[in-house]
């Protein structure tokens, strides 16, 4: 019997048109019904022909309300709130329309429509309830018969919207393994209520009956949360042995659309982020709209989140331009899948062949640049100068020179925190871009915005510390940190990316927009943190060892050089650099030059090229030590 009626919900054999006969055989009732209770002993006097010409009229006038509504097309299992709203509208115009139609046949009596008022009310009140409790009790049914097995019990922390909606989407989704006992929300005015029969607590409450209700998993499903607040949250929950999951807002929803798979495990970066950044929408919108636009470095963890961001708003087209030809099929994969139908161009392309570079100005004609391709490694970087030199200075001065020559609008550079005080040679590669890109801001002749944007490390983004310190926990350890001591500015990619694209569209040019990273992050700390989330016990279940500082690596990172002041803009999170002028000539001669010592495979000079153009690069723990000391004597 079970299997049987398990079929016919979930073959939905029952076709609308056997609703609407039942909704009306349930009028139809509802009228007998209504004329017993209405007329009682009176019931003989009243004609049969009468009863039949009027009953005859309620079910015309039900059945028009039906068909213009369309009440009966819903699928009963999955009736819910906006359904029965339409459901009760569809009977209230109906019993409306008799009423209307009662008193104005009455006024010109004519005879033959004949139902007593009170026995309409009966009729619509009996029938309104009748179809409302026959669909709930299909609904109820169906709720029986697919019950979820082996499920585990979960709290909601967050009795808001966005709580509810996670709610509805665990509790309608069959093969969803969460049972939800209780909501946690911080608001008293909801402390004791229930919400869908689901009561709501304080979380001090929650932990004190956490136990008793056998409680596995807290789902955060809130959006107006501090990082202190998920700080509590995730101790509490370790301490618990509970697991903490988290609800995506709306903003980050895959394709828009809310579903329990996108209920992920929290990460680090939820526990080191900063609170939501409000963005100036309409300045973004309106500088984007209808413009075709160069990402270079799609690919990589900056460029392809900018592409994310840009496809939000009205634009023309993107020209995703990389040379790592297996990400960018993996974003063009990704991007058809989730914005099957929106403008982008993939590109597989050097940005050091300027040919090829310029082949794609004169085909495509791009309005503005975002400028991501580098090389960021600092290690790595440290041995090989001559690609720093090449891919992040001649790529950059290639890009912004033919952009001067097409007449690009604006030319917005992602430059790195490391370039302040360089002490290694992919900082000082950077720095040395910034000036170029300043000294062509700063040019009277050039009509291109150029923009640079500044910040620090950020968190998940390709070869840095959080996906290595995951690999080696997930693999037992031993943890690796090169100094107790070391400290990072972190900011999450989907922050920096939206604050490059506010920058952009704040600068007139020439501006160095410096990020509010927060308080630096001890990385030793960060190591210790992804191990307790890990569930794991340091000293115990695993090990941190401190290797050393890297070539070229330093204690801490500094977002402004000494000689650079700040400005305020009307954004909290970004200030301006005030920066020393650059005149054209004389920087291009020198990086010109620096360009050409690189075919020399001497990277001993190259070093000392950018040296004499960074006056501030020291190198650290670095074999070009040395020449800081020759160049001082």
């Known amino acids: 019997m079970k299997s049987l009626l398990l079929n016919i919900f979930k073959g939905r054999v029952v076709s609308p048109y056997w609703i609407l006969l039942i909704d009306l055989v349930l009028v139809s009732n509802s009228f007998i019904i209504a004329f017993i209770l209405r007329l009682n002993l009176l019931l ?367 030319f917005i550079m992602v430059s790195t925190d490391k370039a302040v005080n360089p002490t290694n040679v992919m900082g000082a590669s950077k720095r040395i871009c910034e000036i170029y890109i300043q000294s062509l801001a700063q040019s009277d002749s050039v009509k291109t915005s150029f923009i640079t944007t500044r910040f620090g490390n950020v968190l998940g983004s390709n070869g840095s510390v959080v996906p290595l310190f995951k690999k080696q926990i997930e693999r037992g350890g031993p943890v690796t940190v090169t100094h107790p001591d070391i400290t990072r500015y972190f900011m999450t990619i989907p922050e920096a990316c939206q604050l490059v694209l506010e920058a952009g569209f704040m600068g007139k040019g020439g501006e160095i927009f410096v990020f509010d990273m927060g308080e630096p992050v001890k990385i030793d700390d960060l190591a210790k943190e992804m191990i307790r989330m890990a569930g794991l016990k340091l000293g115990e279940d695993i090990e941190i060892v401190y290797t050393g500082l890297r070539e070229g690596e330093k204690l801490y990172e500094e977002l402004l050089a000494s000689k650079e002041n700040t400005m305020p803009t009307h954004h909290n999170k970004i200030m301006i650099g005030k920066v020393r002028p650059q005149v054209y000539e004389y920087v291009n001669a020198k990086i010109s030059y620096l360009l050409q010592s690189i075919n020399n495979d001497n990277e001993e000079l190259i070093v000392k090229q950018m040296k004499d153009i960074v006056p501030e690069f020291l190198s650290q723990n670095s074999i070009y030590s040395s020449l800081d000391l020759k160049m001082a004597e």
């Not at 009423?99 to 009966?122: E, S, T």
């Open 44 to 410: 003989p006097n009243y004609s049969f022909l009468s009863f039949f010409i009027g009953g005859s009229w309620v079910i015309f006038v039900y059945l028009l309300s039906f068909l213009i509504f369309g009440s009966y097309r819903g699928v009963i299992r999955h009736t819910n709130y906006s359904e029965l709203k339409l459901l009760t509208s569809s009977y209230f115009s109906a019993f409306v329309t008799l009423l209307v139609l009662d008193v104005v046949l009455g006024y010109f009596q004519i005879k033959w429509f004949f139902i007593p008022r009170l026995a309409l009310v009966f009729h619509f009140m009996i029938a309104l309830f009748l179809a409302i409790s026959f669909r709930m009790l299909v609904k109820e049914t169906y709720e029986f018969l697919t019950k979820k097995k082996d499920t585990e019990n979960a709290f909601i922390y967050g009795a808001g919207d966005l709580g509810l909606i996670a709610y509805e989407a665990i509790n309608n989704d069959k093969t969803s393994r969460y049972e939800i006992v209780g909501f946690i929300d911080d608001d008293p005015s909801k402390w004791n209520m229930s919400m869908h029969s689901v009561p709501v607590y304080k979380w001090k409450r929650a932990l004190e009956i956490g136990e008793a209700k056998s409680i596995k998993t807290i789902i955060l499903a809130i959006s107006d949360i501090t990082i202190d607040q998920k700080h509590q949250i995730s101790d509490e929950c370790l301490k618990k042995g509970w697991k903490l999951k988290v609800m995506p807002t709306v903003g980050n929803w895959v394709n828009g659309i809310s579903n329990p798979n996108q209920i992920r495990d929290i990460r680090i970066e939820d526990l080191l982020g900063r609170d939501e950044i409000k963005l100036n929408q309409k300045s973004i919108a309106d500088g984007l709209s209808g413009k075709t636009i160069l990402v270079s470095g799609a690919a990589g963890s900056i460029g392809s989140e900018i592409v994310r961001q840009l496809l939000k708003f009205p634009v023309k087209n993107i020209l995703m331009v990389d040379q790592a030809e297996s990400a960018l099929y993996d974003l063009q994969q990704e991007l058809l899948l989730s914005y099957y139908d929106s403008p982008f161009t993939v590109i597989v392309a050097d940005i050091t062949n300027k040919n090829r570079v310029q082949s794609i100005f004169e085909k495509y004609h791009p309005d503005l640049i975002f400028h991501a391709a580098a090389y960021k490694h600092v290690p790595l970087m440290e041995r090989f100068p001559y690609e720093a030199i090449s891919v992040n200075v001649g790529g950059t001065k290639i890009l912004a020179d033919l952009s001067v020559a097409y007449g690009i609008d604006k």
